[in-house]
């Protein structure tokens, strides 16, 4: 089972029949759910992450006021809730995964992530914001919401990015795209860099997956989960596999012996089988910004659409 379902369950056992029976004069005032940090929260869970911080558990979340009164008592009632539950052990938690369940404070538990309460606000503070801590406040699941302030700071956002920030970012990651893998790559194994050219292949994968997701209009996870997620993406779904063929390519090394500083300057190593592969993962991300109306070039080289796609804005 799934740690969202097992989390839904375990609240409709235990969760509600506690702040019914001990905290109805306020239980209007909560929210209940399981968002935030861990693979459980984003449904990408599976047999190796039940080794920590996993189990039956659930968040509570409660406005600063009604924390600083009711916070210690219904965490009490909380650790007091049966530990197994549906054969599933107790969750055990790290150090690094204490905080992440239980009755926590609304305002504290945003704050933590977007370092606000709200949903930021100006073009600067949405770019101050780490991509992957907007993913991790808006995965999950709400169960109830009798008050509303948790899903309404949850549902602005959702709404995405607005068009200034959603442009920059796609800008920002095609650059990077496109000078580690078009570029950086060839020169590294050109002078036999083995290390950089590896580094900047894993740039290149990293923000390939990045414009995939920013092209869906989805907040893109941790490193962690960014290939498991791409799955799910109606949009570019297919490069996360052809990113996995990178690494069945017969190693490179060969095609680049006796190279010279002026060769595959103005022409691709075709003799690499990575060059091809990441060529037609560009190919692509080029074919979306056409659909999407980000660009009208055919071009393969990332680094000349910016223009027209800055020019969006």
């Known amino acids: 089972m799934q740690g969202l379902e097992l989390a839904e369950k375990y609240y409709e056992a235990y969760g509600r029949p506690m702040l019914e029976t001990k905290f109805a004069d306020v ?3 909560t929210a209940a759910g399981l968002v935030g940090q861990g693979s459980e929260c984003f449904g990408f869970d599976d047999a190796i992450s039940t080794d920590h911080d996993f189990g039956p ?18 965490q009490e009632a909380y650790d007091a809730l049966p530990k197994e539950f549906m054969g599933y052990a107790g969750r055990i938690c790290e150090d690094r995964g ?11 538990f945003y704050t933590g992530l977007l370092g606000a309460e709200w949903p930021p606000e100006t073009i600067q503070d949405w770019l101050a914001v780490d991509e992957s801590d907007l993913a991790t406040a808006t995965n999950g699941r709400v169960f109830e919401d009798r008050l509303g302030a948790f899903s309404n700071i949850r549902t602005g956002l959702l709404q995405y990015y607005p068009q200034e920030v959603w442009i920059r970012r796609i800008a920002q990651s095609m650059a990077k795209a496109a000078q580690s893998g078009q570029y950086n790559y060839a020169r590294a194994m050109k002078r036999g860099d083995r290390i950089t050219a ?19 209009r989805k907040y893109a996870p941790y490193g962690k989960w960014m ?14 596999d052809m990113l996995e063929l990178l690494y069945q390519v017969p190693d490179p090394a060969a095609a680049w012996e006796g190279a010279s500083a002026d060769d595959y300057v103005y022409c691709l190593n075709t003799d690499d089988g990575r060059i091809l592969i990441i060529e037609a993962v560009c190919n692509i991300l080029v074919q979306i ?7 009208d070039k055919q071009d393969n080289f990332l680094q000349n659409h910016l223009q027209t796609v800055l020019e969006k804005i």
């Open 98 to 108: 204490q905080g992440r369940v239980g009755v926590l404070c609304l305002e504290d």
């Open 289 to 295: 910004l056409n659909e999407k109306g980000l660009s």
């Open 57 to 74: 558990s659930f968040c509570i979340w409660l406005p600063r006021k009604i924390y600083a009164q009711y916070g210690a008592q219904m």
């Open 198 to 216: 590896e580094l900047f292949l894993a740039e290149f994968i990293r923000e390939a997956m990045q414009l995939v997701y920013l092209l869906n």
């Open 27 to 29: 239980i209007d005032q």
């Open 227 to 240: 290939r498991k997620g791409i799955q799910e993406l109606s949009v570019g779904a297919e490069i996360g």
